[in-house]
Every structure is written in C-alpha cells, then in structure tokens.
C-alpha cells in the first residue's frame, strides 16, 4: 500500500485531471491512495517519506530502487507533502528519508502531480512497462 498524504486540496481543474490519471495508472500496478488533510497528523505507516527542499535529491531510476526496496521490506509506506508553507522541522524530524524533487520551489499542488509521476515511472521501471524513456 502506498498512500501520498496532502495539506490542502487541488483546486485547480487541470491538476485534478493529472491527479485522476496518474492515480489511475499507479493504481493498476498498487495499492494506492490519496488523501487530503487540512494539517499532518500521525498516519499508520511503516515508512513515511517526507517531501522537503532540503532533502536528498534522486535521479527516477535511483528512485525506482529505492521504492523497490523499500516495498519489498514495508507494507504501508506513505509519503506527506506539506501545503503552501511546506512542512514544519518537527515534523520532517518524524520521516524515515527525507526527499526533495528539486532544488527549485515549486507550488505544492504541482508537486503533487510531480511526485506522482514519479512514483508512477518508478512502478513502471520495476514491472518493465514501456514508459521511461
């Protein structure tokens, strides 16, 4: 089970519709959910991931095995973006791995999609479908 924990909701119809498509793709190969949260509260996890700036930075394939393995040894991993004000130090302290996506800032509603393309691309690496390029 994979579960992606957001602050805040997607508002805007064009990033609701890469959310429904890619929730549908990461679906097919997962379980999976999303689910919006007005503040971060403890979540039932074996490994929670959470989304910095300051975090460590992966290429997609690095990020592929490390997804790999950490599936393979972990039945609920979840991974928490923070909202407009990203997350706050105690509770980054709280993350088994901290990942950032870029050293550049991006919104966090199109950190959403980002994250979940990758994770899509990760799944996609591991069952050999035909889609990193």
Same mark, same amino acid.
């Given at each position: ?20 498509? #890619? ?26 991931? #959470? ?36 997350l ?29 393309e ?16």
């Amino acid at each position: 089970m994979i579960r992606l924990v957001c602050v805040g909701k997607l508002k805007e119809k064009f990033y609701k519709e890469a959310e429904r498509e #890619y929730i549908k793709r990461i679906s097919s190969l997962v379980k999976f959910e999303v689910r919006e949260v007005d503040f971060l509260k403890d979540e039932k996890c074996d490994y929670s991931i #959470y989304l910095d700036e300051n975090g460590t930075e992966m290429d997609s394939i690095s990020f592929s095995n490390f997804l790999k393995k950490i599936m393979m040894d972990k039945k609920n991993i979840c991974f928490f973006i923070g909202g407009w004000g990203g997350l706050e130090e105690e509770q980054i302290k709280k993350a088994d791995f901290v990942l950032s996506l870029s050293k550049m800032t991006f919104p966090y509603q199109l950190c959403r999609i980002i994250l979940l393309e990758q994770i899509y691309r990760g799944l996609a690496l591991m069952k050999g479908i035909d889609y990193h390029k």
